[in-house]
Antibody, heavy 118, light 110 residues
Framework: EVQLLESGGGLVQPGGSLRLSCAAS????????FNWGRQAPGKGLEWVSG????????YYVDSVKGRFTVSRDNSKNTVYLQMNSLRAEDTAVYYC???????????WGQGTLVTVSS | QSVLTQPPSASGTPGQRVTISCSGR????????VYWYQHLPGTAPKLLIY???QRPPGVPDRFSGSKSGTSASLAISGLRSEDEADYYC???????????FGGGTKLTVL
């Protein structure tokens, strides 16, 4: 059974940083690409970032380019989202998602809440 | 404003058939597969339809997807109370090099 477990969310001040982790199990980790999505309060789902199976290609929505960095550690079956220079508008539940390639999203995690507030 | 356009709400009575539309452009729906997700707040979004029309194992055949040009649709037949949820369409966008989502459709079973 595919399982994605996000962690690392919490309350952070504007301008601060957080690193989200996504621990994956139940499938061959290094054969899958990963994406991060988010849902702000009262809003719909929004894609944030993606990383290819090899980690050689990364993708970002314009609003987080230069501030967020996605990475993966195939030895730990874990994907990370480093979030710097956080803004109030980054407040959301962040979801990890995976599929057999970057253009497929088959499974999602339960999410972790990030609140950016002073 | 979302790149893909969905109606914000839809409704039906038990047993009815409802359809949710999703409109995009040539760089997303027009050239890539459409995915549909069911989402209840506080839970993991669930894949309902992949590659425009395919159902994953365990998804009832009451759910079906279609695509034509730059638009797609999700149909739910034999509506049940447990179908009440938010539904999202999504596709990869070649111009943006990323995923784009619809704004979501809140389905109410009357």
């Amino acid at each position: 059974e595919v399982q994605l477990l996000e962690s690392g969310g919490g309350l952070v001040q504007p301008g601060g940083s957080l690193r989200l982790s996504c621990a994956a199990s139940g499938f061959t980790f290094n054969k899958y690409a990963f994406n991060w999505g988010r849902q702000a309060p009262g809003k719909g789902l929004e894609w944030v970032s993606g990383i290819s199976t090899s980690g050689g290609s990364t993708y970002y929505v314009d609003s987080v380019k230069g501030r967020f960095t996605v990475s993966r550690d195939n030895s730990k079956n874990t994907v990370y989202l480093q979030m710097n220079s956080l803004r109030a508008e980054d407040t959301a539940v962040y979801y990890c998602a995976t599929g057999p390639h970057i253009r497929a999203i088959d499974y999602w995690g339960q999410g972790t809440l990030v609140t950016v507030s002073s | 404003q979302s790149v893909l356009t969905q109606p914000p709400s839809a409704s039906g009575t038990p047993g009815q058939r409802v359809t949710i539309s999703c409109s995009g452009r040539s760089s997303n729906i027009g050239s890539n597969y459409v995915y549909w997700y069911q989402h209840l707040p506080g839970t993991a979004p669930k894949l309902l339809i992949y590659m425009n029309t395919q159902r994953p194992p365990g998804v009832p055949d009451r759910f079906s997807g279609s695509k034509s040009g730059t638009s797609a649709s999700l149909a739910i037949s034999g509506l049940r109370s447990e179908d009440e949820a938010d539904y999202y369409c999504a596709a990869w966008d070649d111009s943006l090099s990323g995923w784009v989502f619809g704004g979501g459709t809140k389905l109410t079973v009357l």
